[in-house]
């Protein structure tokens, strides 16, 4: 998971920011509010954090700006605002929830992954794909009901490829979910992640799960049957028979 977090107090901001890395989420932070929409422009992100208060713009702005611009990236507004026009006005101009300031880090994170899930179309944790077995909440993976340990950068891998599922998603898109555009290594190293990924998932009895698309990318897939990601071969031809004289 990817996270946009908007937030003017800087106390605030290190220590959620340490709560999501710990649950494996890879985090921008800035504390503005212009600063966010651009990086919005330009980065893909599955949540954003929106602080109201902001030294240039009101997080109220920012919400309608995104909406505006035909953004559907989930918004959770943080705010010490406990005025119900406040909630109303965040949810009606396009936010996903409001969470009011203190709040338990448990259950932000406990409503950002069910926020996520549902924008990408899974009501439940648990997400089954064949043998597979994937829990968006505990990070576990499964084949046959048995635990496979992953790294975490091989568990983002592939988190990301199911929660795009159908889509073909480039080495670019991988490196810039990894590493969110800090530091980057070369384009290579996502070869070498998506290898051991799939000896893994191969030893487990999940051969074929990610599918290569030669000059695009990988991509999911719930059988390794599908002909669309074969290496097509040369027909067969059976040489006619001239007839009985």
């Known amino acids: 998971m990817r996270v946009l977090l908007v937030e003017e107090d800087l106390i605030a901001a290190r220590g959620i920011t340490l709560m999501l890395k710990a649950a494996g989420a ?16 330009h980065y893909e992100y599955d949540i954003v954090l929106l602080d109201l208060t902001l030294p240039d713009i009101e997080g109220f702005e920012v919400v309608r700006r995104i909406r505006i611009a035909r953004n559907d990236t989930p918004v959770v507004v943080l705010s010490s605002i406990t005025m119900p026009q406040a909630r109303v006005k965040a949810l009606s101009l396009g936010a996903d929830d409001f969470i009011t300031k203190p709040y338990d880090k448990a259950e932000l994170l406990a409503r950002m992954q069910a926020i996520v899930r549902r924008s990408k179309g899974f009501s439940q ?61 070369e384009v290579k190293i996502i070869d070498v ?9 191969a030893r487990a009895g ?22 669309l990601f074969v290496t097509p071969r040369e027909p067969l031809h059976i040489p006619r028979m001239s007839p009985a004289a």
């Open 193 to 201: 992640f998506v290898c051991k990924l799939r000896k893994k998932l």
């Open 26 to 41: 890879v985090v921008d932070q800035t504390d503005s509010g212009e600063d966010s929409l651009e990086l919005l422009r």
């Open 206 to 227: 999940a051969d074929g799960v990610i599918g290569t698309i030669w000059g695009r990318g990988y991509v999911i897939r719930e059988s390794a049957t599908q002909e």
């Open 125 to 185: 944790p648990t997400v089954r794909m064949g043998r597979l077995e994937l829990n968006l909440d505990s990070r576990e993976v499964l084949v046959d009901g048995r635990d496979i340990h992953l790294t975490g950068k091989e568990y983002s891998i592939l988190e990301l490829l199911v929660l795009r599922k159908g889509m073909v998603l480039t080495k670019e898109a991988f490196l810039n979910h990894l590493y969110g555009g800090m530091d980057e290594p």
